[in-house]
Nanobody, 110 residues
Framework: QVQVVESGGGLVQAGGSLRLSCTIS???????IGWYRRAPGKQREAVAS???????NYADSVKGRFTISRDGPQNTAYLEIQNLKPEDTAVYYC?????WGQGTQVTVSS
């Protein structure tokens, strides 16, 4: 059984930083890992993704502040967020090959 678990969220003041973690366990061949977020009252949006080879892609809205990484081809990924803004408040989800976690809440206070 494949499990996706996100962690690292919390309440942070604007301008602060966070490092979110995503661990994917179970029998699954490593693939692209993606981070998404859903802000209150908004649709889920893609934030960043990373291939097993370490090639990263970012949504235009987060370029320069978000950094995605992973432990080689392993099923562990991270999302570092710098200079947090109130509009970054959302539940952040990790996904790989259609498997999703429960999300981790990030709340940014102004």
């Amino acid at each position: 059984q494949v499990q996706v678990v996100e962690s690292g969220g919390g309440l942070v003041q604007a301008g602060g930083s966070l490092r979110l973690s995503c661990t994917i366990s179970g029998k699954i061949i490593p693939g692209v890992i993606g981070w998404y977020r859903r802000a209150p009252g908004k649709q889920r949006e893609a934030v960043a993704s990373i291939t097993t080879g370490g090639v990263a892609n970012y949504a235009d809205s987060v370029k320069g502040r978000f950094t995605i990484s992973r432990d080689g081809p392993q099923n562990t990924a991270y999302l570092e967020i710098q200079n947090l803004k109130p509009e970054d408040t959302a539940v952040y989800y990790c996904t790989m090959k259609g498997f999703w976690g429960q999300g981790t809440q990030v709340t940014v206070s102004s």
